[in-house]
């Protein structure tokens, strides 16, 4: 796999790649990483390090030199040669596929690296770039960034063999932009073993927040795209009929600075609590639980999956429906569906916040939501893609004509 993201960065494309492979690793089937470094600075060249995946939490991983990208400290832009270089090392290990996970560094240099394999290449479709790109390059007018984001995608999408998909909305929009290749409808999933407890009261106690105090939760990668400028512009209505609500947010971003100061401006700040990144094996747990719901509006999720992970703790979620979150609602018993709009979206959660025994039902029947997206399930689809295009490639190598021997 090649991403150019992945832990320590915290989003969802990181939590998709260590899904999928913790549970392929589970099934039997090996997997490499190759990722940028986060540290400071690049990293030795790989000649000086012998050229060979490091293990963390038990997969392997091959850290890239890479530096940091101008305006977004977070993230970080790999050398193109350094992954490229990696041929050689990898040769040896017999892979069936490459799988790309991002459209950056990793889409080239990941075709590349399996050109040079001789491996098909599997690439996930994990960013809706048509609501995405306006955010960060907000001069040029709307529709010049949608006709560039879909022209970016039909040119990515036709490059590779297969497409993982995580909804069918996903899907129906690649399709509507003529993207023809061969696409598989497969979400992440979740691991459910790792979604269990979460302390809500210590979260209160530890952050002062009283213990009957209606809170709401927001857990996303504070960034324009998630739409929380919505969720704020609604809690301002939920305020008047609920005045003591308070909405934790968790996470960092580049949108941090944007959204205190619209908090701010809507004379929220002593409604909302920031709380940073959090422990996804402690703290991230008992954030979830500490809320009476979980609320969410983004309109360019490709699948949701903090929507699985609140469901997974037994915590109600209120939430638009839209692209992959529409999928992962449908048939949800622990969800609300909030009308993509601020007045409906805080009547929802009025709703959910003074009906007691509406909590209780909604938390009751939460986890059963969560099951059945199991990423074990999901992981065995994947592999089952994999195997199918490996065979592929060997009866297409196989049915090449071979060169004549000239006879002696």
């Known amino acids: 796999m090649v991403s150019d993201v992945s832990f320590p960065r915290v989003n969802g494309v990181s939590t998709?790649?260590?899904?999928?492979?913790?549970?392929?690793?589970?099934?039997?089937?090996?997997?490499?990483l190759v990722a940028p470094h986060y540290g400071n600075g690049d990293i030795p060249h790989f000649s000086e390090m012998g050229n060979v995946p490091i293990s963390e939490d038990g997969l392997e991983v091959v850290?890239?030199?890479?530096?940091?990208?101008?305006?977004?400290?977070?993230?970080?832009?790999?050398?193109?040669?350094?992954?490229v270089a990696l041929a050689d090392v990898l040769a040896a290990r017999r892979f069936d596929a490459l799988h790309v996970h991002t459209p950056f560094v990793a889409h080239y240099a990941g075709l590349a690296l399996a050109r040079r394999l001789g491996l098909p290449v599997v690439e996930t479709y994990h960013t809706f770039f048509?609501?995405?790109?306006?955010?960060?390059?907000?001069?040029?007018?709307?529709?010049?960034?949608?006709?560039?984001a879909r022209?970016?995608?039909?040119?990515?999408?036709?490059?590779?063999?297969?497409?993982?998909?995580?909804?069918?909305?996903?899907?129906?929009t690649l399709r509507g932009y003529g993207v023809a290749t061969r696409a598989e409808v497969l979400p992440t999933g979740i691991d459910l073993a790792r979604f269990v407890g979460g302390d809500?009261?210590?979260?209160?106690?530890?952050?002062?927040?009283?213990?009957?105090r209606p809170v709401l939760v927001h857990i996303s990668r504070v960034a324009h795209e998630k739409n929380i400028d919505?969720?704020?512009?609604?809690?301002?209505?939920?305020?008047?009929?609920?005045?003591?609500?308070?909405?934790?947010?968790?996470?960092?971003?580049?949108?941090?600075?944007?959204?205190?100061?619209?908090?701010h401006e809507l004379g929220l700040a002593p409604n909302?609590?920031?709380?940073?990144?959090?422990?996804?094996?402690?703290?991230?747990?008992?954030?979830?639980?500490?809320?009476?719901?979980?609320?969410?509006?983004?309109?360019?999720?490709?699948?949701?999956?903090?929507?699985?992970?609140?469901?997974?703790?037994?915590?109600?979620?209120?939430?638009?429906?839209?692209?992959?979150?529409?999928?992962?609602l449908r048939d949800a018993r622990g969800a609300r569906i909030a009308p993509d709009e601020e007045a409906g979206f805080a009547r929802a959660c009025v709703e959910v916040l003074r009906d007691r025994e509406l909590r209780a039902r909604l938390a009751a029947n939460a986890p059963g939501d969560a099951r059945a997206w199991s990423a074990t399930?999901?992981?065995e689809r994947l592999a089952g893609l994999y195997a199918e295009l490996a065979a592929g490639r060997h009866r297409v190598a196989d049915a090449a004509p071979r060169a004549a021997v000239p006879a002696e």
């Open 272 to 328: 909302v609590l920031f709380v940073g990144y959090l422990d996804r094996q402690t703290t991230l747990l008992d954030c979830y639980r500490a809320g009476d719901a979980f609320v969410f509006a983004s309109r360019t999720e490709t699948q949701g999956l903090v929507l699985l992970e609140a469901l997974a703790l037994g915590v109600p979620v209120v939430s638009t429906a839209v692209m992959g979150t529409a999928d992962v």
């Open 130 to 148: 048509e609501e995405y790109l306006h955010h960060y390059v907000p001069l040029l007018p709307r529709a010049l960034t949608r006709y560039a």
């Open 63 to 83: 850290r890239v030199p890479a530096r940091p990208v101008p305006r977004d400290p977070e993230d970080r832009l790999m050398r193109y040669g350094a992954v």
């Open 151 to 172: 022209a970016f995608t039909r040119s990515q999408c036709r490059q590779v063999d297969a497409l993982v998909v995580p909804s069918g909305q996903m899907l129906a």
């Open 200 to 212: 809500g009261s210590a979260f209160r106690r530890a952050h002062g927040i009283p213990l009957d």
């Open 377 to 379: 399930a999901m992981a």
């Open 16 to 32: 998709s790649i260590q899904t999928f492979r913790r549970s392929l690793a589970e099934l039997g089937h090996e997997s490499v």
């Open 230 to 263: 919505f969720v704020l512009r609604a809690l301002a209505q939920v305020r008047r009929e609920v005045p003591n609500v308070l909405l934790v947010i968790a996470g960092e971003g580049p949108a941090v600075p944007h959204v205190k100061r619209l908090a």
